[in-house]
């Protein structure tokens, strides 16, 4: 019987996804055993653009939509055909890409002479085209952009169905121009927060060609970016986004209009506008394995964006890893470049290139536990988390609501305090380690048809935390690494970036709201009556953290604020059933939780205590 050693195995294998036994071809140049490596040229890399045409007619003037691609490709030997990393962004032109915004540059023939990030400098010279596209109504794009919406998911799936000959793309002078020649028609998208929620939604599409996906602090429904459990995050959000990245809202009054019209801000009711920006439901038809990333204290695109799209993932089967670190809405190019490379280097070669390198295989997730602390684990939440249930205590209190800001609400956690109810467990005698999605279920009464309540989880005690209070929690250096290879007008040399670290007695971990009158459904309200008990859940954002011994964990509710929604100060009084109402916490391991001693002075409003800070538009960027 012939042996085959484990070296001529993989060399087989590796022959056989690239479509060639050893004994017909060797591999690509740019394939040296389980890995790219760089062998093309950058500076002699083809660049091109091309515009691709879609079914879509967004703009109503009779004339297809044509989406711009700005291609950078190696020049490589006859017949050797790449794949392609793609980034499909509303940002190229108005806002940039990166820690330091870059936009797109072109010369004087309109031709690329700059993509923003390091995905051309370091893939190109292994083995990779870059496509760097306009989403639809924004940059050199036409159509109107939708804000999430079917137009442009559809006009980033037709770069898709270009690259695999289902779809036309032309010339700046009109020439048809096909992909088939040099590309394999694999392609992997990526981008952080509105260029990952693209991929994500062409991915739920099933669009075949789309190999892999790696969504960044991305929005898997849009609905929960703007809205929180029928609670307003600011008001005439679609609006505001479109026109900050489109400047072609003359041709698009009518989808303006749509976007005003149709999102119901008037109710918070989740409807058909947000259905279609919804892409968690059609998870099942996602074909591209799928890299998630997100820090857990990202405010801007919140984390109930990642953890609900993963579990309806995880439900379908969808080859999947998960990144998840301490800070804000950043980039892990900005956190720990040198292992953030090396995986989504692998993971382009696993699903892209088919090389075997066993990223697949491995610990599904990687996570931050700690400032600067990388952990891996089999799986998220981590294998042996359950639900632990909390109960509040006995007899009934009340809250009315006084717009306290958050840093007002969550301090002094034993003191009596009018417009918040707080609660106290510990000192912990051993670690908490939460990993997952907590909820507080609450029994009340409420003297006004709705209001909103909050939740906030916190950690009580003094520790060294990422301050993701500022600048997201990172902080940007003097000095600079590079990635790739540059050009004149190109370089792969990015400033660096380190975590902000502080240490605080106390961090607000994760927070949750609801509007009550949402509490049936958020597809449509269902006024309180006053004098009513009723029970409300509240979810909290996902998390994944361990709380030390020694601390204490809190849980602090009030009703308006101002800091994240839009909610009004009712003025509601609320009374809470503590017998009935509980906390519900994601748990690893075993832990007791004592309640901590009642509070033991009283502080009235005025003492220190500010009102809430009115909500800001944020981009998801």
């Not at 909103?452 to 003097?478: C, I, P, S």
Request: glycine fraction near 10%.
């Amino acid at each position: 019987m012939l042996r085959i050693t484990p070296f001529l195995a993989a060399g087989a294998l590796v022959a056989a996804l690239l479509g060639a036994s050893p004994a017909q071809a060797a591999p690509p140049a740019h394939i040296r055993g389980l890995e790219t490596v760089p062998v093309y040229d950058y500076g002699a890399a083809i660049r091109e653009s091309v515009w691709v045409q879609t079914r879509d007619d967004a703009d109503r003037d009779g004339v297809p939509d044509r989406v711009a691609v700005d291609l950078v490709r190696p020049r490589t030997a006859p017949g050797v055909k790449v794949p392609v990393v793609m980034d499909a962004s509303p940002y190229y032109a108005c806002c940039g890409r990166g820690n330091e915004s870059e936009l797109k540059e072109y010369d004087e023939n309109g031709v690329i002479t700059k993509a923003p990030l390091f995905y051309d400098n370091y893939f190109v010279p292994r083995g990779y085209a870059f496509a760097a596209v306009d989403l639809t109504g924004t940059n050199r794009s036409t159509g109107c952009e939708d804000v999430g919406g079917p137009h442009e998911v559809a006009g980033a799936r037709a770069v898709v169905d270009w690259l695999n000959g289902r779809a036309p793309a032309f010339a700046a002078d009109g020439r048809r121009v096909s992909a088939r020649a040099w590309t394999t028609g694999k392609v992997g998208m990526i981008g952080k927060s509105w260029d990952g929620s693209i991929a994500n939604g062409v991915a739920a599409t099933g669009v075949e060609g789309l190999e892999t996906i790696v969504p960044i602090a991305a929005i898997s429904s849009w609905y929960d970016y703007m809205r929180y459990n029928g609670t307003l995050r600011s008001t005439d959000y679609p609006e505001y986004l479109q026109g900050v990245v489109s400047d072609r809202l003359a041709e698009c009054a009518a989808v303006t209009a749509d976007l005003d019209r149709n999102s119901a801000e008037e109710t918070g009711d989740y409807n058909g506008f947000w259905r279609v920006r919804d892409y968690r439901p059609a998870a099942r038809k996602v074909r591209a394995s799928v890299l998630v990333v997100h820090g857990v204290n990202d405010l801007n695109v919140s984390t109930p964006q990642f953890a609900a799209w993963w579990s309806a993932l995880a439900e379908a089967g969808v080859p999947r890893k998960i990144w998840l670190h301490q800070t804000g809405h950043v980039d892990p190019f900005d956190l720990d470049r040198d292992a953030w490379v090396d995986t989504l280097h692998k993971w382009f070669d696993r699903w892209l290139q088919g090389l075997p390198n066993g990223i697949d295989r491995g610990p599904r997730a990687t996570i931050e536990t700690s400032p600067g602390v990388l952990t891996t684990a089999k799986d998220w939440p981590v294998p042996g988390t359950r639900p632990v249930t909390v109960p509040l205590g006995k007899g009934t209190r009340a809250m009315t609501d006084l717009g306290l800001s958050e840093a007002a609400a969550t301090a002094n956690p034993a003191a009596d305090l009018p417009g918040r109810l707080a609660f106290r467990w510990g000192p912990l005698t051993r670690p908490l380690r939460l990993s997952g999605t907590p909820s507080v279920t609450l029994r009340v009464r409420v003297d006004r048809p709705t209001t909103q309540l909050t939740a906030k989880l916190v950690d009580y005690g003094t520790a060294e935390r990422v301050d993701y209070g500022r600048g997201e929690g990172v902080t940007t250096l003097t000095t600079e690494t590079c990635y790739g290879e540059s050009t004149a007008d190109d370089d792969a040399c990015y400033r660096d970036v380190a975590e902000r670290v502080v240490t605080s007695d106390y961090a607000v971990l994760t927070r949750g709201w609801q509007d009550a009158a949402h509490h049936v459904s958020l597809r449509f309200t269902t006024p309180l009556t006053p004098g009513r008990w009723y029970s409300i859940k509240v979810p909290l954002a996902a998390y994944d953290t361990t709380v030390a011994v020694g601390h204490t964990l809190g849980l602090v509710l009030t009703q308006s604020d101002a800091r994240f929604t839009e909610a009004p100060d009712t003025g509601a009084t609320v009374e809470v059933d503590l017998a009935r109402s509980r906390l519900t916490l994601p748990v690893a391991g075993h832990v007791t939780l004592t309640p901590a001693p009642a509070a033991v002075t009283k502080v009235t409003p005025g003492e220190g205590i500010t009102a809430g800070e009115r909500p800001e538009y944020e981009l998801p960027r």
